[in-house]
């Protein structure tokens, strides 16, 4: 399984741990709330579930609204199928919400790792940030050793843009170190990874809380019925 498919997998239960969804839904959950899936189409999602439910973690049932059940003979088409978390894909994304090791906080998965921080133990929530934290400052202090080397070489404008890399690293550490006293302090984060919504965008990746479930679809999006 690709680092990709991984991080979708954890976000698609984890958005499901929350209510069934069907695939309409989810999509635009996971458009709305992590920036890595912004450009993700169905025909990533679909494999996706397929595969979820092939493991015993997630279960297939028809839609059994009222709009459903119209829409569908309406338009010559099938119910939409609803996504449902099983009792094994509970225990899973758990466990999955209790790693931390590099998995956890490297620029392709910290997004979603954040997001789901609401349903994640202090203790865990601690390790992440400490663990993304000593990534940056990793490469922050390398980024300083290779300015230093380089200077004399680099035009302006290219000496522009590490700075301003540079900064961006700065200023998510700034960040993680304002989350880290607050967890420290048993403080909790308003508006973040519960319902509302909270973004950190820089160069080296984007944290981004989960939308309110209330959050209009875009018009050009297709609904999705059952293959």
Not at 17 to 37: A, D, I, Q, W
Not at 54 to 83: C, F, S
């Amino acid at each position: 399984m690709s680092r990709r498919s991984g991080i979708l997998e954890f976000a698609v239960l984890g958005l499901l741990r929350e209510s069934p969804m069907h695939g309409y839904e989810l999509r635009k959950r996971l458009n709305t709330s992590l920036g890595v899936f912004r450009a993700f189409s169905y025909g990533t999602l679909y494999p996706c579930l397929k595969t979820l439910v092939a493991n015993g973690w997630l279960i297939e049932e028809p839609g059994n609204t009222t709009e459903d059940a119209l829409a569908a003979p309406l338009a010559g088409r099938r119910a939409k199928i609803v996504y449902r978390l099983t009792a094994e894909g509970k225990e899973h994304f758990e466990q999955l919400l209790s790693q931390t090791g590099p998995d956890a906080y490297e620029d392709e998965t910290f997004a979603a790792r954040f997001a789901f921080f609401g349903q994640t133990s202090r203790d865990v929530r601690m390790r992440v940030l400490e663990g993304r934290r000593s990534r940056l400052e990793e490469r922050l202090e390398k980024m300083r050793a290779s300015l230093a080397r380089t200077r004399e070489r680099l035009d302006d404008y290219t000496l522009e843009l590490q700075r301003h890399g540079m900064e961006s690293v700065e200023r998510e550490v700034r960040w993680l170190n304002e989350l880290i006293e607050s967890e420290r302090a048993g403080r909790d984060l308003k508006g973040s990874a519960r319902g509302g919504s909270a973004q950190q965008d820089t160069t080296s990746g984007a944290t981004g809380g989960l939308p309110r479930s209330g959050d209009e679809p875009r018009p050009d999006t297709p609904d999705d019925t059952a293959t």
